[in-house]
């Protein structure tokens, strides 16, 4: 029987002719552009906060197939390598050249809330992608419900484990907004249960660190059922963690990212017992910034639909999550 959870890259350019870069004067709201709408090319600059995870990979390759589909459209990629003060750097580079339009995912929300408020102001608008700011000061945020997910991780593993059972719970960075609604979805899910998650620390998204905390957990506790992590990375460097301890087949392991060639496939071989899909946005977000860049009015917010794979259901492409 499934699961039905109950719900209450690379177009990578070296800096070259960025000061020939024109400047948006597309309102904060993507209304019309005057002038802009009548440009013939618009750069578009996307400021990634790191490549070291596949997903991140997958997003800039996601957003440069689909900019390639128009002429019009020149994408620069900066990647801040996971640092910070080197994303707010580059935003302030995308904002002195003057690009047309900002895509950002951030690292962090409170460090770059102001960067991207500040090219708000100089007329740029901005594309907030997977992670939040704090406030509203952005042209648009398209990403996922990383609490939704995080609530049917919780219920189905509730639900797989029988209502009871011993749980590592993996976390993402902990200062980004997914890390956040993933931990609080997940703890919502297993309310109730008998669900003890007797291990938890912060991985930071990365796999080397994922396999790091888990050889911890091993260390500190005999009986282990099931390894929750935020993204399957996380889940599998656990995995790798359990093997070399020859533990892995005592507990289950579930992720969270559901990439075709990462998740879904760790499903197909059994490494993974769920992942749940967190689509990328790279193709929402390249849509919506011709929208905006065509003097089109686009919606604050567009939240992607997500799915979730077992070996029950991946072969025919998993169930949606309601």
């Not at 409170?110 to 939040?132: F, H, S």
Request: glycine letters at 12%; a neutral charge; charged letters at 25%.
């Amino acid at each position: 029987m499934s699961f039905r959870p109950i719900i209450a890259a690379p177009l990578i350019l070296v800096a070259l002719g960025l000061s020939g870069c024109g400047k948006s004067p597309a309102p904060a709201g993507g209304g019309p552009a005057g002038p802009q709408a009548r440009k013939t090319q618009f750069v578009i600059g996307m400021s990634q906060c790191n490549l070291g995870e596949p997903w991140r990979v997958q997003m800039n390759a996601n957003i440069k197939a689909a900019a390639d589909q128009h002429p019009e459209l020149k994408v620069i990629f900066k990647d801040a390598q996971n640092d910070t003060l080197n994303q707010r750097a580059h935003v302030e580079e995308f904002v002195s050249a003057g690009v047309d339009l900002l895509i950002i995912s951030p690292k962090e929300a409170q460090p770059l809330t102001e960067p991207v408020a500040k090219a708000m102001a100089a007329g740029i608008p901005v594309i907030v992608l997977d992670r939040r700011l704090l406030g509203d000061d952005y042209t648009c945020f398209i990403g996922a419900d990383n609490k939704k997910i995080g609530k049917a991780a919780g219920q189905w593993i509730v639900h797989r484990l029988g209502g009871k059972g011993k749980v590592v719970e993996l976390k993402g960075l902990m200062t980004s907004t997914p890390g956040q609604d993933r931990h609080t979805g997940f703890r919502e899910g297993i309310a109730g249960s008998g669900l003890d998650v007797i291990f938890e620390a912060d991985m930071k998204w990365l796999e080397p660190d994922a396999r790091k905390e888990m050889e911890s957990a091993l260390a500190r506790f005999d009986h282990i059922d099931l390894v929750f992590a935020h993204n399957d990375p996380g889940a599998h460097g656990a995995y790798l963690a359990a093997k070399a301890a020859g533990r892995e087949k005592e507990m289950l392991f579930v992720g969270i990212d559901g990439l075709p060639q990462e998740g879904v496939a760790y499903v197909r071989q059994g490494i993974l017992s769920a992942t749940f899909e967190y689509p990328t946005g790279g193709a929402e977000a390249i849509a919506t910034a011709l929208k905006i860049l065509q003097g089109e009015r686009v919606p604050k917010e567009i939240t992607l639909a997500s799915r979730f794979f077992t070996k029950e259901n991946v072969e025919r492409g998993g169930e949606p999550l309601p």
